[in-house]
């Protein structure tokens, strides 16, 4: 079973100029370059939308400021004990 993804990643397509460092960068490799041409006659990366870890490796690796994104998703909170327990926590 996948593990769910701990970050996201967002392109915007009119700054990206489709060098595909960010690509070659992603360690669980779920970046790629669109098959559609941008504006700009490049394609741009594209996230696939599963796996991205947050890590920002493909955020340092951008050499175009303002192209990529990158969010760390924070998992919602679980609660482990009811009100009431003298030892509630929340992870
Ligand atoms: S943040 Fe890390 S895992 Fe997510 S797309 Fe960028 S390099 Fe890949
Ligand atoms: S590194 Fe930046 S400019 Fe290059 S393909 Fe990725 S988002 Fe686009």
Do not use: W
């Amino acid at each position: 079973m996948a593990t769910p993804a701990r970050g996201k990643v967002a392109v915007n397509i009119d700054e990206c100029k489709g060098c595909g460092l960010c690509v070659e960068s992603c360690p669980p490799r779920c970046l790629e370059l669109a098959p559609e041409l941008s504006a700009y006659g490049v394609h741009p990366a594209h996230y696939t939308g599963e796996s991205c870890t947050g890590c920002g490796i493909c955020f340092y690796c951008c050499p175009e400021p303002g192209a990529i994104t990158v969010y760390r998703l924070v998992p919602a909170l679980k609660v482990v004990a009811r009100q009431g327990d003298s030892h509630a926590a929340t992870l």
